[in-house]
């Protein structure tokens, strides 16, 4: 099964990721692989998801902080904030990889929504600049959400991200077993937390 954990910074995806990988043996494929320059080609992101989709491929049962999705989204706010023009070549790119493969979809996308308030006093100080932008977090959520709901509303489960973090697992836990019947019993080691 490949797991998406999507939603805003501050959100508890690594959390959930962390104990996903460490309480059922789900291989945890980070956010962040190798670090991209904040000015740096906006295609880097893609080839960015393009690795993470490739150690997916790789495992059976995986979980994966934001994915292509993410990347969409922060293009489309930032185009929409600061008046660029990346959308329309990041999308392109982004279809031409899931045709070819490359990019995969998930079996469920586990959305972790936080609002932003929360989202800018929870994130880690080493987040770029453009996730403290309170308009860049509206506008890359809006488009992340429609996008999901669009293209994924059979495979989507959201969960309040401001709850405590056993109950997030918990939800997730329960999320996942609806979709794999039949499916290893989760949780197989106790929660640390």
Avoid at 4 to 29: D, W
Avoid at 129 to 156: C, G, H, M
Wanted: glycine fraction near 6%.
């Amino acid at each position: 099964m490949h797991i998406v954990i999507e939603g805003l910074p501050g959100g508890g995806k690594t959390t959930l990721a962390t104990q996903l990988a460490n309480r059922t043996g789900f291989v945890k494929i980070d956010e962040m692989l190798v670090p991209i320059p904040e000015t740096g080609d906006e295609f880097l992101y893609v080839d960015h998801d393009i690795a993470k989709t490739t150690i997916r491929n790789r495992h059976e049962d995986t979980v994966m902080e934001r994915s292509y999705r993410s990347t969409l989204g922060y293009n489309q706010a930032n185009d929409r904030h600061k008046g660029q023009d990346n959308f329309p070549k990041i999308k392109h790119r982004i279809d031409a990889e899931l045709v070819s493969g490359r990019l995969s979809s998930p079996d469920l996308i586990l959305y972790l929504s936080v609002p932003v308030q929360t989202s800018l006093t929870r994130q880690k100080p080493e987040n770029a600049s453009f996730w403290r932008e309170e308009q860049t977090l509206q506008y890359s959520e809006e488009f992340v959400l429609s996008y999901i709901q669009e293209n994924f509303s059979d495979k989507v489960v959201y969960i309040d991200g401001t709850q405590p973090v056993e109950t997030v697992y918990d939800q997730a836990i329960a999320a996942i077993r609806q979709r794999t019947p039949g499916a290893a019993v989760w949780p197989l080691i106790p929660s640390t937390c």
